[in-house]
T-cell receptor, first 115, second 115 residues
Framework: AQKITQTQPGMFVQEKEAVTLDCTYD???????LFWYKQPSSGEMIFLIY??????QNATEGRYSLNFQKARKSANLVISASQLGDSAMYFC????????????FGQGTRLTINP | ETGVTQTPRHLVMGMTNKKSLKCEQH?????MYWYKQSAKKPLELMFV???????ENNSVPSRFSPECPNSSHLFLHLHTLQPEDSALYLC??????????????FGDGTRLSIL
């Protein structure tokens, strides 16, 4: 079974600062994928970034980067130069590479960007 | 504008009512999913469809009945629900099972309240 743990229920950050959202995972699968999603108050889950367990380089997408440490089973999301529009819930999720894409989500972190 | 559209956005129903949630995706995907998001709980996968065939039922009570007439449409039929079924129901789609590196795309969800 897979499990995602996000230990930060809430984070408060000043605008333009960088922020790191923590995510640790547990799985017995050899190959797996890690995803981060953003959920604004409107409810939609917005895909941000993907990291495959076999990728040697950390994934980056614009202001988002994923700090992947396989040995420590962590996949932290780093948002650089935070903006007011970044205020939302952030979810870490994982899925096996083989078979059905069954995403397992963490509890989420509520990020608030202060002006 | 999201490529996955869910209707209605809000639904209030009594425990004896029958209603249906609708999801439509315009992304050319072949896999579709239903998730339940309750307060203070991680998203829970309910059902998975791949090319109109159900491939996953995550021990969902029979009062929830999914239907996938084609790869673009997904329904969730509801009958004799319980108060604990009040939640945000999210629909998602992805390329197809077996392409697990591709992210799932979510709709805005239907917020369901059971009286």
């Amino acid at each position: 079974a897979q499990k995602i743990t996000q230990t930060q229920p809430g984070m408060f950050v000043q605008e333009k600062e960088a922020v790191t959202l923590d995510c640790t995972y547990d799985t017995s699968d050899q190959s797996y994928g890690l995803f981060w999603y953003k959920q604004p108050s409107s409810g939609e889950m917005i895909f941000l970034i993907y990291q495959g367990s076999y990728d040697e380089q950390n994934a980056t997408e614009g202001r988002y980067s994923l700090n992947f440490q396989k040995a420590r089973k962590s996949a932290n999301l780093v948002i650089s130069a935070s903006q007011l529009g970044d205020s939302a819930m952030y979810f870490c999720a994982m899925s096996p590479i083989q078979g059905a894409q069954k995403l397992v989500f963490g509890q989420g972190t509520r990020l608030t960007i202060n002006p | 504008e999201t490529g996955v559209t869910q209707t209605p956005r809000h639904l209030v129903m009594g425990m004896t009512n029958k209603k249906s949630l609708k999801c439509e995706q315009h992304l050319g995907h072949n896999a579709m999913y239903w998730y339940k998001q309750s307060a203070k709980k991680p998203l829970e996968l309910m059902f998975v469809y791949n090319f109109k065939e159900q491939t996953e039922n995550n021990s969902v009570p029979s009062r929830f009945s999914p239907e996938c007439p084609n790869s673009s449409h997904l329904f969730l039929h509801l009958h004799t629900l319980q108060p604990e079924d009040s939640a945000l129901y999210l629909c998602a789609s992805s390329q197809a099972l077996g392409q697990n590196e591709q992210p799932q795309h979510f709709g805005d969800g239907t917020r369901l309240s059971i009286l």
